[in-house]
């Protein structure tokens, strides 16, 4: 019976053995020995090694070649000296203005309406794309620009923004139609001049980036609980008194994540900027470009490098810390609510009767 069993079930010895290997590794799992000596850090080394590789090693160098000199030839001198840094606040000779700090300026600002233009698209889209009933349909509609070339898309908005683009068709339909009804005879229609402006990067910015800001937001409101609105109506609150007091502080790390998304890679664009703006919309990347690939200043390419770093992981460390405190904040007022007692208030609390028994 035996021999009939094991013949007509071969997959049996299989799954016994299977199930007893998975009892061990449970068994053993449980064990304070190999709690203590947990193998879990040994899997992140990987990581750490790839993030040490590609990223920790490139800022040293670069941060390196900030403090060194400008060869003739291209290259670099290996000597200490803040020249880099001080040609980013040198003026011009003959009218005494700074040079670069224009354009770091002018990186800056367009880089904060680009953030928060997207952001002011983002959360509706977010919102109505939580709510739906057809997500995959619509997160596939907003993933799909992805699958295309940046280059690709940044041509095609060359031909709608161009001189014979779908804009000044536009334009050119309803002015033949307005002087049809007005008579006119003798006119010409001049184009709008929509490329090479700072109105350009910034729109094709934040088309460039805008999905970077729905994705988080979407997760952040998909996870949202909606029972709070429901009770915030019935306490008398309006509906834009519920969305903006309610539900914007409950998203706010999607909203944090979406302005990190947007921000940092806007910050450092280059190719917006070279193919719809002009030396009049130039922002840090293009300057950085330029000084390797034209002036072959590598030791001021390296200083700006530096200051875009800086400022980037400035800003993503207050957008952190403040995420953090509020979180806190939420934490103590909900232990406050719930009347369990706080570490620190017990402790002071044990301390004054103590003072007093004695």
């Known amino acids: 019976m035996r021999m009939e069993n094991n013949s007509s079930n071969p997959k049996q010895p299989k799954k016994a053995f299977r199930q007893s290997l998975q009892l061990k590794v449970a068994s053993k799992a449980n064990e304070e020995k190999f709690k203590k000596a947990n193998p879990g850090p040994v899997y992140a080394w990987p990581m750490g090694l790839w993030f040490t590789l590609f990223f920790v090693v490139p800022i040293i160098i ?10 003739m030839h291209g290259g670099v001198q290996r000597v200490f000296t803040l020249d880099a840094y001080k040609a980013i606040f040198s003026r011009d000779e003959d009218t005494g203005k700074f040079i670069y700090l224009p354009i770091l300026l002018r990186t800056l600002w367009m880089t904060v309406i680009s953030s928060f233009v997207s952001i002011l698209i983002a959360l509706p889209c977010g919102y109505a794309i939580a709510r739906s009933k057809k997500q995959t349909v619509l997160l596939i509609l907003v993933i799909i620009p992805f699958l295309t070339n940046s280059l690709i ?5 060359q031909t709608i923004m161009g001189e014979e683009g779908l804009l000044n068709g536009i334009f050119k339909f309803f002015e033949v139609i307005w002087h049809f009804i007005i008579g006119a005879k003798d006119w010409t229609f001049t184009p709008h001049k929509f490329m090479y402006t700072k109105g350009a ?29 429901e009770a915030a109506r019935d306490l008398g609150a309006t509906k834009p008194q519920s969305m903006f007091k309610i539900l914007i502080p409950g998203i706010k790390s999607g909203i944090i994540s979406s302005l990190i998304f947007t921000f940092i890679p806007i910050f450092g664009n280059y190719t917006v ?3 719809v703006g002009s030396t009049k919309s130039y922002m840090l990347g293009n300057i950085i470009m330029d000084q390797i690939q034209k002036a072959r200043n590598i030791p001021l390419a390296s200083a700006f490098s530096v200051v875009l770093t800086a400022i980037t992981m400035i800003a993503i460390l207050f957008m952190i810390t403040s995420d953090k405190k509020e979180q806190s904040l939420k934490k103590s007022n909900a232990k406050e609510d ?21």
């Open 62 to 71: 670069i941060v390196c070649y900030s403090f060194m000199k400008k060869d």
């Open 153 to 157: 898309r940044i041509f095609a908005w």
């Open 201 to 229: 990067v910034i729109i094709v910015s934040i088309y460039m980036y805008l999905p970077y800001a729905i994705l988080p937001i979407f997760t952040a409101v998909d996870r949202f609980d909606f029972s709070l609105i």
């Open 273 to 275: 900027p070279q193919l």
């Open 338 to 358: 719930s009347g369990v007692p706080d570490k620190n208030t017990t402790a002071t609390a044990a301390a004054e009767v103590k003072k007093v028994e004695e």
